[in-house]
């Protein structure tokens, strides 16, 4: 079965700080491995994600996250918080054959300070 | 469309009300998911649908939902005899087939039961 763990449910960080979420995960098989932001009363925007490629993924707005398999994490960073970062963050993995099945991490809500 | 359209966008019920939601996923997307973001928790998923069927239906938290796809396209969710705890955003996602996908999420439906 598969699941995520993101570690830590609240962040806080200063503006031009390094932001680190954190996430581990579990998968039986080679993962899939995604961050979706969700900014107040919208739904998730797909940030960046890991298909088996390049272990360091980009995504936009500044985002990268690392694919470590012997630590079996996948932890999203930014080198420079900006005020727009503020929201909530989720990690995600599939690694079902058959159909695009996502599990979700509970989420991890992102704070900056001015 | 240009994204995944849910409406209501709120929406307010006495207990023991049916409601319908309702998810117009992009063009294209065969694949449609139901997920449940309630507050505090992560994404529960509730149903899958490839085309019109529904493989996995797993999520469904008891009979009283249900959820159809017509024409591969538009899908309504059905919460009949609403309770307090069905108090949720329901968010819908649709995506290509495949894992390599990522989903693009609706803005979602907050339905408050009352």
């Known amino acids: 079965a598969q699941s995520v763990t993101q570690l830590g449910s609240h962040v806080s960080v200063s503006e031009g700080a390094l932001v680190l979420l954190r996430c581990n995960y579990s998968?039986?098989?080679?993962?899939?491995l995604f961050w979706y932001v969700q900014y107040p009363n919208q739904g998730l925007q797909l940030l960046l994600k890991?298909?088996?490629?390049?272990?360091l993924v980009k995504g936009i707005n500044g985002f990268e996250a690392e694919f470590k398999k012997s630590e079996t994490s996948f932890h999203l960073t930014k080198p420079s918080a900006h005020m727009s970062d503020a929201a909530e963050y989720f990690c995600?993995?599939?690694?079902?054959?058959?159909?695009?099945?996502?599990?979700f991490g509970t989420g991890t809500k992102l704070q900056v300070i001015p | 469309g240009a994204g995944v359209s849910q409406s209501p966008s709120n929406k307010v019920t006495e207990k023991g009300k049916d409601v319908e939601l309702r998810c117009d996923p992009i063009?294209?997307?065969?694949?449609l998911y139901w997920y449940r973001q309630s507050l505090g928790q992560g994404l529960e998923f509730l149903i899958y649908?490839?085309?019109?069927?529904?493989?996995?239906k797993s999520g469904l938290p008891s009979d009283r939902f249900s959820a159809e796809r017509t024409g591969g396209s538009v899908s309504t969710l059905t919460i009949q005899r609403t309770q307090q705890e069905d108090s949720a955003v329901y968010l819908c996602?649709?995506?290509?087939?495949?894992?390599?996908?990522?989903?693009?999420f609706g803005s979602g439906t907050r339905l408050t039961v009352v």
């Open positions: 996602a649709s995506s290509l087939p495949g894992r390599i996908y990522g989903y693009t």
């Open positions: 998968s039986s098989v080679p993962p899939y």
């Open positions: 890991y298909t088996s490629a390049a272990t």
């Open positions: 995600a993995v599939s690694d079902s054959g058959g159909y695009q099945k996502v599990t």
């Open positions: 063009s294209g997307h065969t694949a």
């Open positions: 649908f490839q085309g019109n069927s529904a493989p996995d």
